[in-house]
């Protein structure tokens, strides 16, 4: 049984893991099904608005597929889940990622 589908296994198990949902995105990352893995995410983000390290991970997909305003947009939504948590170092990430694309 592969990765992907051990996941898939687990996520009939127990829909409502967020963490199950983002290794998911990440092996479609890996397989290189960005699409995939954006879609995953975007639910994720959907479903789990506060499951923090969506946002990084997205943003970064978006700009591989450049798009830099969608990238921003999530980044930014990113900066603000951050600062309800007071999650210091994802916070400085993002924002860093907002000014790179920025510039």
Do not use: C
């Not at 592969?2 to 829909?15: A, G």
């Amino acid at each position: 049984m592969s990765r992907l589908e051990s996941l898939n296994e687990m996520i009939k198990q127990d829909p409502t893991d967020p963490f199950l949902h983002y290794a998911l995105a990440l092996e479609h990352e890996k397989s290189e099904d960005i699409h995939k893995a954006v879609g995953v995410l975007e639910l994720l983000k959907k479903f789990h608005p506060d499951y923090l390290p969506t946002y990084y991970k997205l943003g970064k997909l978006y700009e591989l597929l450049l798009n830099n305003i969608a990238a921003i947009a999530v980044y930014k939504m990113g900066i603000e889940v951050a600062k309800k948590q007071n999650e210091r170092k994802t916070l400085a990430e993002l924002n860093e990622a907002v000014m790179n694309l920025e510039d």
